[in-house]
T-cell receptor
């Protein structure tokens, strides 16, 4: 079974609008972390935001926020006030367990296109 | 502070040829990861090092792939011989420590094309 599921292969959003990228995860661990990365066409993976399984508040980083619904096992990324530079691939990833050096498991990604 | 450095950025070889990728992690980062990213997919772990020890290499195809991290700093990933299906992006990442929140920093990747 997929540990990370991103059901939207591609998304379009108008500049200055908000967009939600979906991510559901599957784990039996009580301790885990959820990450979102951005991958522009240049190829590097850019860390955006992190949510720990014990965090009670939804994570926010500037225009990025993570809508964490633990019971539904979802960790959707919300980008507010989209910019043309937000056009990229977006990956949701999970680290299981308490060790911070456990490798990440990634979803297949969502390609976001921001339209002027 | 310099990020994770990888070279080469691009490599084109013919099948059955050997190829090697190099990674220099962020200074002081004890954990180093090699990920494989196929086209249209998310990265998948190939191997993880803690200092110079390979602690997770279950996904590394050991018949043709090898890796080393001498002195617990730089790392080299080698494929010999390369096959058409090895065409992908090879990403190196590093992280520091074992705290619950621990960000992995990625390099720009090496895009391999096998003809």
């Amino acid at each position: 079974a997929q540990k990370i599921t991103q059901t939207q292969p591609g998304m379009f959003v108008q500049e200055k609008e908000a967009v939600t990228l979906d991510c559901t995860y599957d784990t039996s661990d009580q301790s885990y972390g959820l990450f979102w990365y951005k991958q522009p066409s240049s190829g590097e993976m850019i860390f955006l935001i992190y949510q720990g399984s014990y965090d009670e508040q939804n994570a926010t980083e500037g225009r990025y926020s993570l809508n964490f619904q633990k019971a539904r096992k979802s960790a959707n990324l919300v980008i507010s006030a989209s910019q043309l530079g937000d056009s990229a691939m977006y990956f949701c990833a999970m680290r299981e367990g308490r060790a911070g050096n456990t490798p990440l498991v990634f979803g297949k990604g969502t390609r976001l296109s921001v339209i002027a | 502070e310099a990020g994770v450095v990888q070279s080469p950025r691009y490599k084109i070889i013919e099948k059955k040829q050997p190829v090697a990728f190099w990674c220099n992690p962020i200074s002081g980062h004890n954990t180093l990861y090699w990920y494989l990213q196929n086209l249209g997919q998310g990265p998948e772990l190939l191997i993880r090092y803690e200092n110079e020890e390979a602690v997770d290499d279950s996904q590394l195809p050991k018949d043709r792939f090898s890796a080393e991290r001498l002195k617990g700093v730089d790392s080299t990933l080698k494929i010999q011989p390369a096959e058409l299906g090895d065409s992908a992006v090879y990403l190196c990442a590093s992280s520091l420590g074992r705290s619950f929140y621990n960000e992995q920093f990625f390099g720009p990747g090496t895009r391999l094309t096998v003809l």
